[in-house]
């Protein structure tokens, strides 16, 4: 059975930074691509960060420059750094495996459960 949990949210004040941890289970990583996604309360889930099976990156203009997607596939966990931490990134910050499609879009497989990020002003 494959499972993804995050870690690693908390409430931290406007500018500072947080590591968020997701680690999987019951499946290798390293096959996967990897999206990290978050969602304000009844709100469309946003993609945030993408890293591919082969290490490339991608970040959205809201959080280009502050977050950083990286992976260690070694220990079958994928991490977010976030740094700048403003308090509209407060939201639920999920991670994703999945792949990626023609065109590069990224195609979700599994899902984690999620964990809290609370930024104050």
């Known amino acids: 059975q494959v499972q993804v949990v995050e870690s690693g949210g908390g409430l931290v004040q406007a500018g500072g930074s947080l590591r968020l941890s997701c680690v999987a289970s019951?499946?290798?990583?390293?096959?996967?691509?990897i999206g990290w996604y978050r969602q304000v309360h009844r709100g469309q889930r946003e993609l945030v960060a993408t890293?591919?099976?082969?290490?490339?990156?991608n970040h959205p203009d809201s959080v280009k420059g502050r977050f950083t997607i990286s992976r260690d596939n070694a220990e079958n966990t994928v991490y977010l750094q976030m740094n700048s931490l403003k308090p509209e990134d407060t939201a639920v910050y999920y991670c994703?495996?999945?792949?990626?499609?023609?065109?590069?879009?990224?195609?979700?497989?599994?899902w984690g459960e999620g964990t809290q990020v609370t930024v104050s002003s």
């Open positions: 890293i591919s099976s082969g290490g490339r990156t």
């Open positions: 019951g499946t290798t990583l390293s096959i996967y691509a």
């Open positions: 994703n495996l999945g792949s990626f499609e023609r065109g590069g879009i990224f195609r979700s497989a599994y």
